[in-house]
């Protein structure tokens, strides 16, 4: 059943979700540190995109390098530093916080009626 691609969705959805939480977290705990940059993970849609786009998927296919794996990395986001170096904005933190349990929901939400739907198919409530 996991090889739904509805439900790799719902997955990689909730993994760049919890990714991105932890970014958040981290970058709030460090709101005092000198010189700390915040960070933050690209955009879903622009993994998302990244994954579904055109490849090869045989060696006879030109440029054939096998499927890329999307791997969240933190990019550096730009924001006024402070005197001290440090460029966490709280409440711009809060807002991606917000962002990402909303995300978190959804793909919990897609997952859930996934599944409801499967049962209904198979004749079970």
Do not use: C, W
Not at 113 to 119: N, P, S, Y
Request: hydrophobic share 40%.
């Amino acid at each position: 059943m996991s090889d739904l691609a509805i439900l790799k969705l719902a997955e990689g959805l909730a993994r760049h979700a919890s990714g991105r939480h932890a970014l958040v977290a981290q970058n709030i705990a460090n709101a005092d540190t000198p010189g700390y940059h915040a960070r933050d993970l690209p955009p879903f849609e622009a993994a998302l995109r990244d994954e579904y786009a055109a490849r090869a998927t045989r060696p006879s296919h030109f440029n054939a390098g096998g499927a890329q794996v999307y791997d969240p990395r933190p990019d550096t986001a730009f924001g006024a530093a402070s005197p001290n170096g440090n460029d966490v904005s709280l409440p711009e933190q809060l807002a991606r916080a917000t962002e990402a349990m909303g995300a978190q929901d959804r793909a919990m939400t897609i997952y859930g009626k996934t599944l409801d739907i499967l049962r209904l198919g198979l004749g079970r409530r």
